[in-house]
């Protein structure tokens, strides 16, 4: 069935060094992929998305590129800051079902 | 506007027990959206619903039903509460369906512990 698998589970950075999190999925049918923050003790809240038609996508400091040959996803975060530190689910939408596959979560931590 | 709430907050419940939780949208959104969330498994959808008195089964809906009796409310009941059943519940809504690219507002979550 349809499976996002995503990578890491927990990352820590330095305050100002960038953070990469990785998701691949397994449906090629798949075909918007967004990316949620949820900060502790809230619910999720998008924070950037990107369709099947577009390679890479950029927000002042967040981006997020698309792989579709390999089914792989990423989000970028550059000159990371505290408010950064958070969990980040990616997610791939399956059209055809009208269902969202998130994946398992990545805790980032930004270190002073 | 408060966007998505939920009620409760917490509750501990005991095993067998019953329990109904609350999600409220003022946002006049369509689709609404359940969803348990359990370390190193992310969010996995339970029902759904695409308008008032309709409801679907999503990817984990067993020992959970769901009513949408108003637009703006979808019920999540736990008729017999289990051990398996403690997590952190999400309610979700959306203007149209996700094939429509629609962002989903999540509440701030219920955290249900059954002993």
């Known amino acids: 069935g349809e499976n996002v698998e995503q990578h890491p589970s927990t990352l820590s950075v330095q305050e100002g060094d960038s953070a990469v999190i990785k998701c691949t999925y397994s449906d090629s049918a798949s075909n918007y992929f967004p990316w949620y923050k949820q900060e502790l003790g809230k619910g999720p809240q998008l924070i950037i998305d990107?369709?099947?038609?577009?390679g890479e996508k950029k927000d002042q400091r967040i981006a997020v590129t698309l792989n579709k040959t390999a089914k792989h996803f990423s989000l970028h975060i550059t000159e990371t800051q505290p408010e950064d530190s958070a969990v980040y689910f990616c997610a791939a939408l399956w059209s055809s079902a009208s269902k969202i596959i998130f994946g398992s979560g990545t805790r980032l931590s930004i270190r002073p | 506007n408060a966007g998505v709430t939920q009620t409760p907050k917490f509750r501990v419940l005991k095993t067998g027990q019953s329990m109904t939780l609350l999600c409220a949208q003022d946002m006049n959104h369509e689709y609404m959206y359940w969803y348990r969330q359990d370390p190193g498994m992310g969010l996995r959808l339970i029902h759904y619903?695409?308008?008032?008195?309709?409801?679907a089964k999503g990817e984990v809906p067993d020992g959970y039903n769901v009513s949408r009796l108003k637009k703006q409310n979808f019920l999540l009941g736990l008729e017999s509460a289990a051990p398996s059943q403690t997590s952190v519940y999400f309610c979700?809504?959306?203007?149209?369906?996700?094939?429509?690219?629609?962002?989903?507002?999540f509440g701030p979550g219920t955290r249900l512990t059954v002993l």
């Open positions: 990107i369709r099947s038609n577009v």
């Open positions: 979700a809504s959306s203007y149209r369906r996700l094939a429509g690219y629609n962002e989903q507002f």
């Open positions: 619903s695409v308008g008032e008195g309709t409801t």
